[in-house]
Protein backbone atom coordinates (compact mmCIF):
# COMPACT_ATOMS: atom_id res chain seq x y z
CA UNK A 1 0.00 0.00 0.00
CA UNK A 2 1.23 3.56 -0.99
CA UNK A 3 0.30 6.60 1.46
CA UNK A 4 0.51 10.00 0.23
CA UNK A 5 3.26 10.91 2.22
CA UNK A 6 5.59 8.24 1.29
CA UNK A 7 5.45 9.70 -2.67
CA UNK A 8 8.67 11.04 -3.34
CA UNK A 9 9.30 13.59 -6.59
CA UNK A 10 12.02 12.30 -8.64
CA UNK A 11 13.93 14.60 -10.33
CA UNK A 12 14.21 14.17 -14.66
CA UNK A 13 17.63 13.97 -15.69
CA UNK A 14 17.36 17.20 -16.96
CA UNK A 15 16.19 18.56 -13.68
CA UNK A 16 19.13 16.91 -11.86
CA UNK A 17 21.76 17.81 -14.76
CA UNK A 18 20.90 21.43 -13.94
CA UNK A 19 21.42 21.66 -10.26
CA UNK A 20 24.54 19.82 -10.67
CA UNK A 21 25.70 23.19 -12.65
CA UNK A 22 23.91 26.38 -12.09
CA UNK A 23 24.90 29.13 -13.65
CA UNK A 24 28.10 31.54 -12.21
CA UNK A 25 27.48 34.57 -10.59
CA UNK A 26 24.59 34.19 -8.55
CA UNK A 27 24.08 35.14 -4.61
CA UNK A 28 21.86 35.04 -2.24
CA UNK A 29 19.86 37.90 -3.79
CA UNK A 30 19.43 35.47 -6.91
CA UNK A 31 17.74 32.72 -4.58
CA UNK A 32 14.80 35.54 -3.36
CA UNK A 33 13.86 36.88 -6.94
CA UNK A 34 14.13 33.17 -8.54
CA UNK A 35 11.52 32.33 -5.67
CA UNK A 36 9.90 34.69 -6.06
CA UNK A 37 9.47 33.48 -10.06
CA UNK A 38 8.58 30.48 -9.24
CA UNK A 39 5.67 31.54 -7.05
CA UNK A 40 4.36 33.05 -9.50
CA UNK A 41 5.31 36.71 -9.06
CA UNK A 42 5.54 38.82 -12.17
CA UNK A 43 6.04 42.62 -10.10
CA UNK A 44 7.43 43.36 -7.28
CA UNK A 45 8.11 46.91 -5.46
CA UNK A 46 10.83 48.60 -3.32
CA UNK A 47 13.56 51.19 -2.49
CA UNK A 48 17.04 49.78 -2.23
CA UNK A 49 19.62 50.60 0.62
CA UNK A 50 23.24 49.40 1.85
CA UNK A 51 22.27 45.98 3.15
CA UNK A 52 19.53 44.80 0.66
CA UNK A 53 21.79 45.60 -2.84
CA UNK A 54 21.96 42.02 -3.09
CA UNK A 55 18.63 41.39 -4.19
CA UNK A 56 18.17 44.69 -6.18
CA UNK A 57 21.33 43.45 -8.44
CA UNK A 58 20.06 39.89 -8.89
CA UNK A 59 16.38 41.90 -10.44
CA UNK A 60 18.45 42.28 -13.42
CA UNK A 61 19.24 38.76 -13.64
CA UNK A 62 15.42 37.88 -13.50
CA UNK A 63 12.35 38.49 -15.66
CA UNK A 64 10.61 40.02 -12.53
CA UNK A 65 9.30 43.98 -13.16
CA UNK A 66 10.24 46.88 -10.74
CA UNK A 67 8.48 49.54 -9.89
CA UNK A 68 10.47 51.79 -7.66
CA UNK A 69 8.96 54.75 -5.28
CA UNK A 70 10.62 56.69 -3.63
CA UNK A 71 9.60 56.37 0.35
CA UNK A 72 9.38 52.56 1.63
CA UNK A 73 5.97 53.65 3.31
CA UNK A 74 4.23 54.84 -0.11
CA UNK A 75 6.08 51.41 -2.06
CA UNK A 76 4.14 49.50 1.05
CA UNK A 77 1.20 51.44 -0.12
CA UNK A 78 1.31 50.44 -3.54
CA UNK A 79 1.99 46.79 -3.28
CA UNK A 80 -1.12 46.81 -0.96
CA UNK A 81 -3.30 48.21 -3.77
CA UNK A 82 -1.72 45.34 -6.40
CA UNK A 83 -2.56 42.75 -3.71
CA UNK A 84 -6.04 44.18 -3.86
CA UNK A 85 -6.82 44.42 -7.29
CA UNK A 86 -5.22 41.26 -8.16
CA UNK A 87 -5.59 39.38 -5.47
CA UNK A 88 -2.16 37.83 -6.14
CA UNK A 89 0.89 38.56 -3.49
CA UNK A 90 2.76 41.56 -3.74
CA UNK A 91 6.42 41.52 -3.22
CA UNK A 92 7.76 44.35 -1.47
CA UNK A 93 11.72 44.71 -1.05
CA UNK A 94 13.02 46.85 1.73
CA UNK A 95 16.69 47.49 3.63
CA UNK A 96 17.11 47.38 6.93
CA UNK A 97 16.87 49.38 10.11
CA UNK A 98 15.08 52.67 8.72
CA UNK A 99 14.28 51.68 5.21
CA UNK A 100 12.11 48.67 6.94
CA UNK A 101 10.64 50.76 9.98
CA UNK A 102 9.16 53.30 7.19
CA UNK A 103 7.07 50.85 5.71
CA UNK A 104 5.25 50.10 9.11
CA UNK A 105 2.35 52.37 8.40
CA UNK A 106 1.78 50.79 4.88
CA UNK A 107 1.59 47.46 6.17
CA UNK A 108 -0.67 48.34 9.39
CA UNK A 109 -2.95 48.98 6.48
CA UNK A 110 -2.48 46.05 4.94
CA UNK A 111 -2.49 44.00 8.12
CA UNK A 112 -6.47 45.89 8.36
CA UNK A 113 -7.33 45.72 4.70
CA UNK A 114 -6.55 41.92 4.57
CA UNK A 115 -3.95 42.92 1.48
CA UNK A 116 -1.79 40.29 0.53
CA UNK A 117 1.69 41.79 0.99
CA UNK A 118 5.19 40.01 0.82
CA UNK A 119 7.98 42.31 2.86
CA UNK A 120 11.37 40.90 2.48
CA UNK A 121 13.92 43.25 4.38
CA UNK A 122 17.59 43.09 4.45
CA UNK A 123 19.44 42.68 7.91
CA UNK A 124 22.95 43.70 9.61
CA UNK A 125 25.40 40.87 8.92
CA UNK A 126 24.39 37.65 10.49
CA UNK A 127 27.64 38.23 12.92
CA UNK A 128 25.69 41.31 14.02
CA UNK A 129 22.25 39.09 15.07
CA UNK A 130 21.09 38.60 18.55
CA UNK A 131 20.44 41.63 20.19
CA UNK A 132 24.30 42.91 20.71
CA UNK A 133 25.24 46.11 20.03
CA UNK A 134 27.96 45.92 17.37
CA UNK A 135 27.25 49.08 15.78
CA UNK A 136 26.57 47.92 12.18
CA UNK A 137 25.41 50.41 10.34
CA UNK A 138 20.58 50.38 10.73
CA UNK A 139 21.28 47.98 13.66
CA UNK A 140 18.29 47.19 15.50
CA UNK A 141 18.12 45.18 18.77
CA UNK A 142 15.16 43.14 17.26
CA UNK A 143 14.01 44.40 13.82
CA UNK A 144 11.55 41.40 13.88
CA UNK A 145 9.89 43.11 16.94
CA UNK A 146 9.10 45.38 15.12
CA UNK A 147 6.87 44.30 12.53
CA UNK A 148 5.68 41.05 14.56
CA UNK A 149 2.24 43.47 16.18
CA UNK A 150 1.57 44.57 12.31
CA UNK A 151 2.21 41.31 10.19
CA UNK A 152 0.57 38.33 9.86
CA UNK A 153 3.40 35.97 10.77
CA UNK A 154 7.40 36.62 10.38
CA UNK A 155 10.02 34.39 8.61
CA UNK A 156 13.69 34.39 8.78
CA UNK A 157 16.36 33.05 6.50
CA UNK A 158 19.81 32.53 7.85
CA UNK A 159 21.40 31.05 5.45
CA UNK A 160 20.88 30.81 1.79
CA UNK A 161 19.67 27.33 1.82
CA UNK A 162 16.54 28.69 3.93
CA UNK A 163 15.39 31.29 1.68
CA UNK A 164 13.10 29.14 -0.60
CA UNK A 165 11.59 27.68 2.22
CA UNK A 166 10.93 30.70 4.49
CA UNK A 167 9.83 33.20 1.34
CA UNK A 168 7.53 30.01 0.22
CA UNK A 169 5.96 30.16 3.92
CA UNK A 170 5.62 33.35 3.84
CA UNK A 171 4.18 33.32 0.34
CA UNK A 172 1.02 31.27 1.63
CA UNK A 173 0.38 33.14 4.86
CA UNK A 174 -0.15 35.83 2.65
CA UNK A 175 -2.77 34.12 0.53
CA UNK A 176 -4.30 32.63 3.06
CA UNK A 177 -7.46 33.77 4.14
CA UNK A 178 -7.47 36.73 5.64
CA UNK A 179 -5.06 37.64 3.47
CA UNK A 180 -2.32 40.26 5.15
CA UNK A 181 1.28 40.80 4.94
CA UNK A 182 3.52 39.17 5.81
CA UNK A 183 7.45 39.74 6.98
CA UNK A 184 10.85 38.37 5.84
CA UNK A 185 14.11 39.12 6.48
CA UNK A 186 17.74 38.11 5.16
CA UNK A 187 21.08 39.24 6.63
CA UNK A 188 23.65 41.05 4.60
CA UNK A 189 25.69 38.71 3.89
CA UNK A 190 23.83 36.18 2.98
CA UNK A 191 22.19 38.21 0.29
CA UNK A 192 25.83 38.93 -1.17
CA UNK A 193 27.77 36.12 -1.03
CA UNK A 194 27.88 33.76 -4.02
CA UNK A 195 25.82 30.99 -4.58
CA UNK A 196 26.39 27.26 -6.00
CA UNK A 197 22.90 26.48 -4.97
CA UNK A 198 20.22 25.18 -7.88
CA UNK A 199 18.31 27.55 -9.45
CA UNK A 200 14.86 27.66 -7.79
CA UNK A 201 12.16 26.67 -10.50
CA UNK A 202 8.34 26.26 -9.60
CA UNK A 203 7.62 26.17 -5.76
CA UNK A 204 4.08 25.58 -4.33
CA UNK A 205 2.61 27.50 -1.45
CA UNK A 206 -0.90 26.91 -2.02
CA UNK A 207 -2.51 28.49 0.62
CA UNK A 208 -5.06 26.70 3.31
CA UNK A 209 -9.23 27.11 2.59
CA UNK A 210 -10.74 28.23 5.54
CA UNK A 211 -13.98 26.03 4.98
CA UNK A 212 -17.30 26.90 7.05
CA UNK A 213 -18.18 24.02 9.71
CA UNK A 214 -21.39 21.71 8.52
CA UNK A 215 -23.58 21.99 11.51
CA UNK A 216 -22.68 25.96 11.67
CA UNK A 217 -24.10 26.76 8.01
CA UNK A 218 -27.01 24.43 8.85
CA UNK A 219 -28.35 26.15 12.12
CA UNK A 220 -27.48 29.40 9.84
CA UNK A 221 -29.49 28.12 7.11
CA UNK A 222 -32.41 27.29 9.41
CA UNK A 223 -32.02 30.41 10.91
CA UNK A 224 -32.35 32.68 7.70
CA UNK A 225 -35.11 30.90 6.51
CA UNK A 226 -37.14 31.31 9.22
CA UNK A 227 -36.61 34.92 9.57
CA UNK A 228 -39.26 37.05 9.58
CA UNK A 229 -37.06 40.35 9.38
CA UNK A 230 -33.52 39.26 7.70
CA UNK A 231 -31.10 41.46 6.80
CA UNK A 232 -27.33 41.65 5.69
CA UNK A 233 -24.11 43.40 6.27
CA UNK A 234 -21.64 42.17 3.55
CA UNK A 235 -17.83 43.69 4.34
CA UNK A 236 -14.88 43.76 2.75
CA UNK A 237 -14.63 39.89 2.92
CA UNK A 238 -17.08 39.61 0.32
CA UNK A 239 -14.61 41.69 -2.34
CA UNK A 240 -11.35 39.80 -1.24
CA UNK A 241 -12.96 36.27 -1.58
CA UNK A 242 -15.40 37.43 -4.94
CA UNK A 243 -18.39 36.42 -3.56
CA UNK A 244 -20.37 38.96 -4.36
CA UNK A 245 -22.18 36.76 -7.01
CA UNK A 246 -23.40 34.29 -4.38
CA UNK A 247 -23.94 37.09 -2.10
CA UNK A 248 -26.92 38.48 -4.84
CA UNK A 249 -28.01 35.26 -5.52
CA UNK A 250 -28.78 34.44 -1.55
CA UNK A 251 -30.06 37.99 -0.59
CA UNK A 252 -32.60 37.47 -3.49
CA UNK A 253 -33.85 33.87 -2.76
CA UNK A 254 -34.14 35.33 0.91
CA UNK A 255 -35.45 38.81 -0.08
CA UNK A 256 -33.04 40.05 2.59
CA UNK A 257 -31.94 43.72 1.88
CA UNK A 258 -27.96 44.30 1.92
CA UNK A 259 -26.15 47.20 3.20
CA UNK A 260 -22.26 47.15 2.21
CA UNK A 261 -19.62 48.36 4.48
CA UNK A 262 -17.01 51.24 3.59
CA UNK A 263 -14.56 48.00 2.82
CA UNK A 264 -17.27 45.92 1.36
CA UNK A 265 -18.15 49.02 -1.86
CA UNK A 266 -19.19 47.32 -4.53
CA UNK A 267 -20.53 44.01 -2.95
CA UNK A 268 -23.85 44.58 -3.84
CA UNK A 269 -25.36 46.28 -6.37
CA UNK A 270 -26.00 49.84 -5.68
CA UNK A 271 -29.74 50.70 -7.08
CA UNK A 272 -30.75 46.57 -6.38
CA UNK A 273 -34.54 46.95 -5.04
CA UNK A 274 -32.70 45.11 -1.37
CA UNK A 275 -29.73 47.54 -1.52
CA UNK A 276 -29.52 49.92 1.70
CA UNK A 277 -26.47 51.26 -0.76
CA UNK A 278 -23.35 52.13 2.61
CA UNK A 279 -24.98 54.24 4.76
CA UNK A 280 -23.61 52.92 7.95
CA UNK A 281 -23.21 56.50 9.62
CA UNK A 282 -26.76 57.05 9.72
CA UNK A 283 -29.21 56.46 12.51
CA UNK A 284 -32.07 55.40 10.36
CA UNK A 285 -29.95 52.84 8.38
CA UNK A 286 -28.55 51.67 12.09
CA UNK A 287 -32.15 51.43 13.05
CA UNK A 288 -33.09 49.33 10.65
CA UNK A 289 -30.23 46.79 11.01
CA UNK A 290 -31.07 46.28 14.65
CA UNK A 291 -34.66 45.84 14.45
CA UNK A 292 -33.58 42.31 12.22
CA UNK A 293 -34.64 39.09 13.92
CA UNK A 294 -31.63 37.51 11.84
CA UNK A 295 -28.66 39.62 10.67
CA UNK A 296 -26.21 38.09 8.42
CA UNK A 297 -22.72 39.53 8.73
CA UNK A 298 -20.62 38.55 6.13
CA UNK A 299 -16.63 39.39 5.86
CA UNK A 300 -16.90 41.97 8.64
CA UNK A 301 -16.05 42.28 11.93
CA UNK A 302 -18.52 44.99 12.76
CA UNK A 303 -15.68 47.20 13.93
CA UNK A 304 -15.91 51.18 14.46
CA UNK A 305 -17.23 52.58 11.06
CA UNK A 306 -19.12 49.69 10.40
CA UNK A 307 -21.20 49.83 13.92
CA UNK A 308 -22.04 53.47 13.79
CA UNK A 309 -18.94 54.10 16.06
CA UNK A 310 -20.28 51.47 18.69
CA UNK A 311 -23.96 52.77 18.53
CA UNK A 312 -25.34 49.38 17.22
CA UNK A 313 -26.90 47.28 19.06
CA UNK A 314 -28.49 44.53 17.24
CA UNK A 315 -31.71 43.16 19.00
CA UNK A 316 -32.08 39.60 17.08
CA UNK A 317 -29.64 36.59 16.15
CA UNK A 318 -26.65 37.53 14.28
CA UNK A 319 -24.54 35.20 12.42
CA UNK A 320 -21.28 36.25 11.26
CA UNK A 321 -19.08 34.76 9.04
CA UNK A 322 -15.68 36.13 8.93
CA UNK A 323 -12.14 34.61 8.23
CA UNK A 324 -10.44 36.18 10.53
CA UNK A 325 -11.07 34.05 13.51
CA UNK A 326 -9.41 37.09 16.27
CA UNK A 327 -12.77 39.50 14.55
CA UNK A 328 -15.72 36.55 15.00
CA UNK A 329 -17.84 37.42 18.12
CA UNK A 330 -15.05 39.90 19.08
CA UNK A 331 -18.10 43.01 18.90
CA UNK A 332 -21.44 41.19 19.22
CA UNK A 333 -22.49 37.71 20.64
CA UNK A 334 -23.21 35.99 17.38
CA UNK A 335 -23.35 32.34 15.67
CA UNK A 336 -19.75 32.67 14.67
CA UNK A 337 -19.01 30.73 11.45
CA UNK A 338 -14.94 31.17 11.26
CA UNK A 339 -14.35 30.61 6.88
CA UNK A 340 -14.14 32.61 4.12
CA UNK A 341 -16.73 34.45 2.64
CA UNK A 342 -17.01 32.55 -0.45
CA UNK A 343 -17.28 29.21 0.96
CA UNK A 344 -19.53 29.94 3.74
CA UNK A 345 -21.70 31.78 1.08
CA UNK A 346 -22.09 28.58 -1.41
CA UNK A 347 -22.72 26.52 1.57
CA UNK A 348 -26.09 28.88 2.74
CA UNK A 349 -27.21 29.18 -0.91
CA UNK A 350 -27.27 25.21 -1.20
CA UNK A 351 -29.51 24.98 1.96
CA UNK A 352 -31.68 28.00 2.79
CA UNK A 353 -35.22 27.96 2.01
CA UNK A 354 -36.70 30.62 -0.39
CA UNK A 355 -38.32 33.26 1.67
CA UNK A 356 -41.70 35.16 -0.23
CA UNK A 357 -41.77 38.87 1.39
CA UNK A 358 -43.11 41.20 -0.61
CA UNK A 359 -42.44 44.12 1.88
CA UNK A 360 -38.15 44.45 1.67
CA UNK A 361 -38.06 46.12 -1.11
CA UNK A 362 -40.56 48.87 -0.17
CA UNK A 363 -38.71 49.28 3.47
CA UNK A 364 -35.33 49.45 2.13
CA UNK A 365 -37.17 52.31 -0.09
CA UNK A 366 -38.16 54.12 3.24
CA UNK A 367 -34.41 53.64 5.13
CA UNK A 368 -32.96 55.62 1.58
CA UNK A 369 -35.92 58.10 1.71
CA UNK A 370 -35.16 59.08 5.44
CA UNK A 371 -31.40 59.02 4.71
CA UNK A 372 -31.63 61.28 1.78
CA UNK A 373 -34.36 63.89 3.47
CA UNK A 374 -31.39 63.93 6.67
CA UNK A 375 -28.63 64.63 3.81
CA UNK A 376 -30.66 67.36 1.91
CA UNK A 377 -32.23 69.20 5.46
CA UNK A 378 -28.24 70.03 5.49
CA UNK A 379 -27.87 72.33 2.35
CA UNK A 380 -24.51 70.05 1.01
CA UNK A 381 -24.82 70.68 -2.35
CA UNK A 382 -21.68 71.61 -3.23
CA UNK A 383 -20.49 68.14 -1.56
CA UNK A 384 -22.99 66.35 -3.57
CA UNK A 385 -22.25 68.21 -6.91
CA UNK A 386 -18.69 67.27 -6.32
CA UNK A 387 -18.95 63.62 -6.19
CA UNK A 388 -21.45 62.85 -8.22
CA UNK A 389 -19.37 64.76 -10.86
CA UNK A 390 -16.72 61.72 -9.89
CA UNK A 391 -18.22 59.13 -10.44
CA UNK A 392 -19.76 60.64 -13.99
CA UNK A 393 -16.17 61.25 -15.08
CA UNK A 394 -14.70 57.80 -13.79
CA UNK A 395 -15.06 55.04 -16.22
CA UNK A 396 -17.44 52.06 -14.17
CA UNK A 397 -14.77 49.59 -14.51
CA UNK A 398 -11.81 51.91 -13.70
CA UNK A 399 -10.23 51.39 -9.80
CA UNK A 400 -10.28 54.27 -7.42
CA UNK A 401 -7.97 54.86 -4.32
CA UNK A 402 -9.68 57.54 -1.70
CA UNK A 403 -6.81 59.21 1.03
CA UNK A 404 -8.38 59.96 4.53
CA UNK A 405 -10.22 63.10 3.48
CA UNK A 406 -13.25 64.51 3.46
CA UNK A 407 -14.64 63.49 -0.15
CA UNK A 408 -13.42 60.07 0.72
CA UNK A 409 -15.57 60.04 3.65
CA UNK A 410 -18.55 61.10 1.30
CA UNK A 411 -17.88 58.41 -1.00
CA UNK A 412 -17.65 56.02 1.41
CA UNK A 413 -21.85 56.05 2.22
CA UNK A 414 -22.62 58.02 -0.97
CA UNK A 415 -20.25 57.03 -3.89
CA UNK A 416 -21.84 54.12 -6.00
CA UNK A 417 -19.09 51.78 -6.67
CA UNK A 418 -20.30 50.21 -9.95
CA UNK A 419 -17.95 46.82 -9.58
CA UNK A 420 -16.76 44.79 -6.64
CA UNK A 421 -12.98 45.63 -5.98
CA UNK A 422 -13.23 48.98 -7.55
CA UNK A 423 -13.33 51.37 -5.06
CA UNK A 424 -10.26 51.28 -2.11
CA UNK A 425 -9.54 53.55 0.53
CA UNK A 426 -7.38 53.95 3.68
CA UNK A 427 -9.85 53.16 6.14
CA UNK A 428 -8.54 49.94 8.03
CA UNK A 429 -5.89 51.57 9.59
CA UNK A 430 -6.87 55.60 8.67
CA UNK A 431 -2.87 56.83 7.99
CA UNK A 432 -2.80 59.63 5.63
CA UNK A 433 -0.62 59.17 2.36
CA UNK A 434 -2.18 56.38 0.75
CA UNK A 435 -4.33 57.53 -2.11
CA UNK A 436 -2.02 58.61 -4.35
CA UNK A 437 0.49 55.72 -4.39
CA UNK A 438 -1.84 52.93 -3.88
CA UNK A 439 -3.05 53.89 -7.44
CA UNK A 440 -0.20 53.85 -8.72
CA UNK A 441 0.43 49.96 -7.49
CA UNK A 442 -3.09 49.51 -9.01
CA UNK A 443 -2.34 50.95 -12.29
CA UNK A 444 1.18 48.73 -12.20
CA UNK A 445 -1.02 45.85 -12.10
CA UNK A 446 -3.27 46.56 -14.99
CA UNK A 447 -2.07 49.60 -17.37
CA UNK A 448 -5.13 49.08 -19.65
CA UNK A 449 -7.78 50.85 -17.60
CA UNK A 450 -6.97 54.90 -16.23
CA UNK A 451 -6.56 54.84 -12.27
CA UNK A 452 -7.82 57.59 -9.81
CA UNK A 453 -6.52 58.99 -6.90
CA UNK A 454 -8.30 61.50 -4.52
CA UNK A 455 -6.54 63.17 -1.92
CA UNK A 456 -6.67 66.24 0.10
CA UNK A 457 -4.05 68.92 0.31
CA UNK A 458 -2.20 67.54 3.74
CA UNK A 459 -2.90 63.89 2.24
CA UNK A 460 -0.78 64.84 -1.18
CA UNK A 461 2.00 66.19 0.49
CA UNK A 462 2.42 62.85 2.26
CA UNK A 463 3.38 61.55 -1.60
CA UNK A 464 4.59 64.44 -3.22
CA UNK A 465 7.34 62.67 -4.74
CA UNK A 466 5.82 59.72 -6.12
CA UNK A 467 4.86 62.07 -9.06
CA UNK A 468 8.07 61.31 -9.90
CA UNK A 469 7.19 57.51 -9.83
CA UNK A 470 4.29 58.29 -12.13
CA UNK A 471 6.33 60.02 -14.54
CA UNK A 472 9.01 57.57 -14.75
CA UNK A 473 6.69 54.16 -15.23
CA UNK A 474 4.07 55.97 -17.75
CA UNK A 475 1.53 54.80 -14.85
CA UNK A 476 -1.89 55.49 -16.31
CA UNK A 477 -3.63 57.21 -12.86
CA UNK A 478 -5.06 61.00 -12.54
CA UNK A 479 -5.14 62.31 -9.09
CA UNK A 480 -7.49 64.63 -7.99
CA UNK A 481 -6.28 67.06 -5.35
CA UNK A 482 -9.00 68.93 -3.23
CA UNK A 483 -7.30 71.75 -1.85
CA UNK A 484 -8.82 73.10 0.88
CA UNK A 485 -5.72 74.70 2.58
CA UNK A 486 -5.44 72.21 5.58
CA UNK A 487 -6.37 69.18 7.48
CA UNK A 488 -10.24 69.80 6.92
CA UNK A 489 -11.57 66.63 8.55
CA UNK A 490 -9.44 67.45 12.12
CA UNK A 491 -9.98 71.23 11.03
CA UNK A 492 -14.12 70.14 11.66
CA UNK A 493 -13.30 67.74 14.14
CA UNK A 494 -11.45 70.52 16.21
CA UNK A 495 -14.07 73.59 16.06
CA UNK A 496 -17.44 70.94 17.05
CA UNK A 497 -15.43 70.00 19.95
CA UNK A 498 -12.90 72.75 21.18
CA UNK A 499 -14.78 75.93 19.57
CA UNK A 500 -11.36 76.48 17.87
CA UNK A 501 -9.22 74.17 15.56
CA UNK A 502 -5.57 74.41 16.30
CA UNK A 503 -2.74 72.66 13.84
CA UNK A 504 -4.72 72.37 11.18
CA UNK A 505 -3.59 75.11 8.40
CA UNK A 506 -1.25 74.63 5.74
CA UNK A 507 1.13 76.57 3.66
CA UNK A 508 1.20 74.46 0.25
CA UNK A 509 2.44 74.32 -3.04
CA UNK A 510 1.23 75.74 -6.52
CA UNK A 511 -0.21 71.96 -7.12
CA UNK A 512 -0.44 72.35 -10.97
CA UNK A 513 2.93 74.09 -11.32
CA UNK A 514 4.63 71.70 -8.95
CA UNK A 515 3.03 68.40 -10.93
CA UNK A 516 4.39 70.34 -14.32
CA UNK A 517 7.97 70.49 -13.33
CA UNK A 518 8.22 66.32 -12.66
CA UNK A 519 6.63 66.62 -16.17
CA UNK A 520 2.98 65.80 -15.42
CA UNK A 521 0.19 67.80 -17.13
CA UNK A 522 -1.93 69.19 -14.18
CA UNK A 523 -5.25 71.35 -14.86
CA UNK A 524 -7.00 73.49 -11.76
CA UNK A 525 -10.54 73.28 -12.00
CA UNK A 526 -13.75 74.15 -10.38
CA UNK A 527 -16.98 72.20 -9.21
CA UNK A 528 -18.79 73.44 -12.30
CA UNK A 529 -15.68 72.13 -14.77
CA UNK A 530 -14.82 69.33 -12.42
CA UNK A 531 -16.53 66.55 -14.34
CA UNK A 532 -15.22 67.59 -17.46
CA UNK A 533 -11.89 68.35 -16.44
CA UNK A 534 -11.22 65.11 -15.18
CA UNK A 535 -13.07 62.99 -17.21
CA UNK A 536 -10.30 64.58 -20.00
CA UNK A 537 -7.64 63.57 -17.76
CA UNK A 538 -8.56 60.13 -17.05
CA UNK A 539 -8.97 59.54 -20.71
CA UNK A 540 -5.12 60.77 -21.52
CA UNK A 541 -1.99 58.06 -21.23
CA UNK A 542 -0.05 58.45 -18.62
CA UNK A 543 -0.50 60.64 -14.91
CA UNK A 544 -2.19 63.79 -14.91
CA UNK A 545 -2.83 66.09 -12.42
CA UNK A 546 -6.43 67.62 -11.11
CA UNK A 547 -6.52 70.51 -8.48
CA UNK A 548 -9.85 71.47 -7.16
CA UNK A 549 -9.70 74.18 -4.75
CA UNK A 550 -12.42 74.11 -2.36
CA UNK A 551 -13.62 73.59 0.99
CA UNK A 552 -15.90 70.99 1.76
CA UNK A 553 -18.41 70.23 5.15
CA UNK A 554 -19.16 66.49 6.54
CA UNK A 555 -22.58 65.98 6.47
CA UNK A 556 -23.71 65.90 10.67
CA UNK A 557 -23.01 63.01 12.13
CA UNK A 558 -25.43 60.55 14.19
CA UNK A 559 -23.69 58.37 16.37
CA UNK A 560 -23.10 61.65 19.07
Known sequence: MTHDHDLVLRPTEAQTAAALNPPAGRNGGDLVVETLAGLGATTVFGLPGQHALGMFDALRRSSLSYIGLRVEN?????????????????????????????????????????????????????????????????ELRDQQASFRDVVKSVHTARTQSQIPSAIAAAWESALTAPHGPVWVEIPQDVLLAPTTLPVVTAMDATPHEVVPRPELTAVAAHLLSGAARPAIIAGGGVVRSDASGKLLALAEKLNAPVVTTFGGKGAFPWEHPLSLQSWL??????????????????????????????????????????????????????????????????????????????????????????VRARIAAQELTLEQQVLASVREALPDDAPSFWDMTILAYWAWSAFDARHPNTMHSAQGAGGLGYGFPAALG????????????????????????????????????????????????????????????TATELSRPDFVALAESFGVPAVRTTPQSLAEDLAKSLTEPGPSVVVLPAVLRMFAPTHL
Open 281 to 370: EDRHTTDFLESADVLLVVGSGLGELSSNYHTFAPRGRVVQIEADAGKLESNHPALGIHADARLALSALLETVEEREDDTAAESVRTVLDR
Open 442 to 501: AAAADRTRPVLAVSGDGGAMYSIAELATARQYDLPVTWLIVDDGGYGILREYMQDTFGEA
Open 74 to 138: NAGFAADAYGRITGEVAPLLLSTGPGALMSLAALQESAAASAPVLAIGSQVPTAGLGGGRHGYLH
